[in-house]
């Protein structure tokens, strides 16, 4: 049908009737204008038909681009930045990686670093309801000062809570201090702490809404040490592994680590970095190591191999999205007022035969080159 056939045929029908039965000068010119307007409608149609598909969408030229190029692995470059196809479409915007001063977030990190190895260990290992007059179970971290809360159980669920405040006596704190089981004024919470060789990793409280007896104190202090235990193992661990004040992978169990993953043929790329004039170092490398694991882009995190300098093992899948990363962490510090300067080494599996001793001296002469072209 034509464009305005529809209007005239609504115009002629609604003329004869209004002949036919009662006409009415009124009801005629709501009758025109209305007439009027639906052909004002379908007239304004035209000029939002699409033109011709190459003209209506400039960027289909770049996306065909893309399909007909096929995908190559990306060499990680220390020098230029990944090549990229222009395009008149707005970027998408980026997630801001600082939620909070890199400095203030650093330090938190390593104050939080005992109590998340606590809550993870609680949550691995939590304690069994023995009895159905247990109502719920409070886990506490103690930090050497303080008493925090960090989770609460019901029976098979378990909340992960705020530092709250701890709500008992004087008697039953300074009981638990001395290592000791405390049982409330009303006896309807339980203290059992959490100790090995003499050291306090918090306590269970066992809540109930009867009361506790002294004959049942035994029996849930003999299962909370296997929660000690564990706590026990994993800090001991974490010794090994960890620096004592970044809490980033210490040097030997980076050496471990990097011959594992040599000997595994992995396609990964070692990565060394290296502050340069650059105030918080240390600061700097727990806000790339936090916020990399978070994104996902490094792995099981950074390795400190000297005072400043530190390493991370990439896998080739994601140096791509590690560079992106990586270049908008530098810019936001930038922008927060911690310019950054760093050397980055780095030395692939790719030469066939290469030994693990000359995969790493290759990343380390990639690093000296990249300090001497910035002292240059």
Known sequence: MKRYTIPTIFFTIGVILQYTFYFSWVSFTLLAVSCLLLALFLYSLDFQKPEHLNDADPNLNNQVLLEKNPHTDVVFDTETSLPSIPSNAEPKPKDILWKKD??????????????????????????????????????????????????????????????????????????????????????????????????????????????????EIQSYWEKSTIISEKIMIKREYAKVTKHPISKLFNVSHFYQMAKSVFESKEKVTLLLFKFIDTNFQSEIAIGLNELGKQN?????????????????????????????????????????????????????????????????????????????????
């Open 296 to 376: 996902g882009v490094i792995g099981l995190g950074l390795y400190q191999l000297e005072e400043n300098l530190y390493a991370a093992i990439i896998s080739n899948a994601k140096l791509d999205v590690f560079s992106e990363f990586f270049n908008q962490f530098i810019e936001e510090l930038d922008s927060l007022g911690f310019p950054s300067e760093v050397a980055l080494g780095y030395s692939n599996q790719s030469i066939p035969g290469i030994k693990f001793d000359v995969w790493l001296k290759a990343a380390y002469k990639s690093l000296e080159e990249s300090i001497l072209s910035h002292a240059a």
């Open 102 to 215: 890199p400095i203030l977030l650093a330090r938190e990190q390593i104050h939080l670093a005992e109590r998340s190895l606590f809550c993870e260990t609680v949550k691995e290992f939590p304690f069994p309801f023995l009895t159905e007059k247990l109502t719920s179970i409070q886990y506490v971290y103690y930090d050497g000062q303080e008493f925090k809360e960090c989770y609460w159980q019901k029976a098979g669920m378990m909340v992960e809570t705020d530092d709250n405040p701890v709500e008992w006596e004087e008697y039953e704190e300074s009981k638990v201090k001395e290592l000791l089981p405390a049982i409330s004024i009303d006896k309807r919470k339980l203290y059992i702490p959490l100790t090995m060789n003499a050291q306090l990793f918090g306590f269970l409280c066992f809540s109930t809404k009867e009361s506790w007896n002294e004959s």
